[in-house]
């Protein structure tokens, strides 16, 4: 005997899909900060009007429900004790937001004992190790670096661990 009925995330989807675009906008927003862009695309994916959508967004905009700085923001301080600022960055203008944008936010937001002391929680399982071995050494730099932190952050870790 089959059970027809549909699977509870199946039925969310359906539900989803069977929205409005108001809706489905304030669904989205009800969940996390979305960016302009990113609600964007996610609505042209479901097929919609393009020009009902941007007539939308704007209207979610101009009645602030929907703020690419705000997302920003959050977004800088949800990420910045893992991430360095170059890193974050990137990622924001992946999400479609200004350049103009995320420099303020940087700019606001950005400290260098803050990005010194997260760079120093990214690598402190090194800290026992011996770091005057130049490929430790080498591979907890890159570590630093590929995150978004600054080569001067990076110098400043390392020779903060070696001092341990």
């Known amino acids: 005997m089959e059970n027809n009925k549909p699977k509870s995330s199946e039925k ?21 900060d979305y960016s302009y862009k ?17 007539e939308k967004l704007n209207w979610m905009k101009e009645n602030n429900y929907q703020s690419d700085e ?3 923001e959050n977004y800088y301080k ?14 924001l203008k992946m999400k479609g937001i200004k350049e103009d944008v995320i420099k303020s936010i940087i700019r606001e937001n950005d400290n260098e004992e803050d990005n010194f002391q997260s760079a120093l929680n990214l690598v402190i399982r090194f ?28 110098k400043k ?8």
Request: glycine share 4%.
């Open 157 to 164: 870790v390392i020779k903060e661990l070696k001092n341990k």
């Open 78 to 91: 949800s990420r910045k004790n893992k991430k360095g600022s170059r890193v974050i960055a990137q990622e």
């Open 12 to 32: 969310k989807t359906y539900e989803r899909k069977k929205m409005g675009i108001n809706d489905y906008i304030f669904f989205l927003l009800s969940r996390r």
């Open 38 to 54: 990113e609600i964007y695309d996610k609505l042209i994916k479901r097929e919609e009007n393009p020009k009902e959508i941007i």
């Open 127 to 154: 800290k026992d190790l011996d770091l005057n071995d130049k490929k430790l050494q080498d591979k907890v730099f890159r570590k630093i670096v590929s995150r978004g932190f600054s080569f001067d952050i990076a």
């Open 70 to 72: 705000r997302m920003a």
